[in-house]
Structure formats: C-alpha cells, structure tokens
C-alpha cells in the first residue's frame, strides 16, 4: 500500500523517507494444525491444504461420553497441534515435576518465544534495549480435565504453584522470567481478537518507546486434544468440520489449536541494524461495537468499518492503493455479510 504523504527519496541528500509510525515485523514463530512451523503452514496455505484431523469414534479421547461420541450431530474433527505434550523441560530450567502440572499453552509459548527471537537474530542476553511481550491464551481447561485426575502431582508441588503454572495472568510474566525479558510483561484476553489486540498495543508501546523489540501474539490449545464437538443447526459451528469462507455452502466455523508469535521492532531500527524484515505494520486500531449489534457474540457492521477506517487513517495510506485484504472470514451465514458489508461500507468508491 502506498502512503499519500510518503517520497520514496529525498531528492536533496538522497536518503529513504521512511513512512512515520511504521514497525517492522522482523521476526516469526508458531505451530499449526497440519504443520510444525511457519514454513509448514505457507506451503499448505499455497497449496490449499486443509488441516483439520477427522477422527475416527476410536482415535477420540476416553474422556468423551459414549452418548456424545455417537450423537448424530456430533462432529468428530479439530485442527489439532502436532506433539503439544512434548516439551524441552530442561532448556528452560523447568522442574520436571513443574512441566508436568503447567499448561501447554504455556510451555508452547516459552518455547515459540525463544525461537522467534531466534528467528529475528536477537538474543535476549545480547539486546541492548528492552524487550516487551504483549501474548494471550485460550481459557485453561489442562488444570480441570487433567490435573484433577491426579491429585497426588498437585499435592506434591503445591496448590498454588500448581495455579502459577496454569492460571492466564502469568503467561507473559513467565516469558520474560524465563528469557529475561524487561520491557513490559502483558497477557491480554479479548476473546477472538486477542493475538490481533496484542500486536496492536505491542505496536503502541514500540511507538511511545517503553520498549524496544516486542513479542506479540497467542495461543490455544484445548484439551483433550483428540475431540469434535455437537453442531447445533443455527449455532456458530460447521456442520461437517470443514470452514468455507465467504462460500454459499458454508455453515459455520472451527475450532482448532495453534499458536504464533512475531517479533516487532520500529522499521527505521530494523533497517539500520540490517534486520530481515518479512513485513511492515502501517497502521492499527482498536474499537468496540458497544450495543450496536444483535447479541453479546455477534458483530456489527458500523463497528467493524469504523475500525477499519481508523486503521487506515492512522496508517495514512490511500485504499485505491491496497490489492488483498485478510478476512476475520467466520464462516458463518451471519458473521461473513456483516464482514463483507463494512469492507464495501469502507471501500466503496474507491478507485
């Protein structure tokens, strides 16, 4: 996209305007359904690979009833995170015992952390400035269907190192304790847009200098791992485990497992330090729908463009001049017009 305001060169000393307020993405890290990196998961999105696993009634965990398992309308499918039981204990002194009570999603984190860091080419002990992470996570479920089938684990490490090792609030803390991280340390938990949310005020942090790299991003993994769910007709859900965007057959949305974390760096920082930059982030904004919608889960089409223009007019950018938009893209027979609605409500007329 092209700045309105923004000369490519200064004609007299022949230097780079860069564009203000813009932010190099100069690192990534995550694991997905169907693939153990972000390398893995451009070749399937190139290749418009899907990657929900569909179970077969045997490969689902013990744990489900019998009487949901064999439900009609239960569907047996979930993008699920390859080996999220497995964890290098002792690359990041956890006490065994520790890394047995903490939830995935947390020893996932630490361990996407350290790799996109590695990732960017900056390691923490050599940084000279501050490093924040901004990171949320799924609600956690690992400490109420798993630990409370072991109390004997709980009692021997304690109630409330055991809740340290689980609880939402500590999932940024322990990144930084673990890497020794000192910018600032925040988990954020806004549903749905939560990685999104967090790349913002990541960004915004970067812009009024409290720090000087950031990690943005989250994580879900739900337990147990191998389960489906039961599709209610009008409900949020796909009928048959699949997520057709923006397509006549679709019927709902998925919910799957991953993680992801990008590293951000201000782009005149990254450019004089010789950074790889995959990416530069424009511009941001962050609203609310308020009432103005149907119910407390629904979105609005005055909310969602009103959010998009804010974003654009903080970037400065013209939208004649952008060519792809990334959609929330739900599925949904009420979710995907609404979305489709504020884009046209933004870019109509534009040329």
Known sequence: ARGKGTQAVNAESGSVDLPRNALAVVGLAGRFPGASDVDG????????????????????????????RTHPDYVRAKGIVEHCDKFDAGFFNVNPLEAQIMDPQQRIMLELAWSALENAGHAPSQFPGLVGVYVGMNWNRYRAHCLSARPDLVE???????????EFDFLATRISYKLNLRGPSITIGTACSTSLVALAQASLALLNYECDLALAGGVSITVPVNAGYLHIEGGMLSADGHCRTFDAQGTGTTFNDGAGLVVLRRLEDAIADGDRIYAVVRGFAVNNDGSDRVSFTAPSVSGQAEVIRSALEFADIDPATIGFIEAHGTATPLGDPIEVA??????????
């Open 41 to 68: 998961f451009w070749e399937n999105l190139c290749a418009g690979r899907e990657g929900v696993s569909f179970f077969e009634s045997e490969e689902l965990d013990p744990s489900i009833p019998i009487s949901l």
């Open 156 to 166: 021997r490490f304690g109630e409330l190192n055991s809740a340290l090792a689980n």
């Open 342 to 351: 504020a884009l046209k409500s933004v870019f109509a007329g534009v040329k």
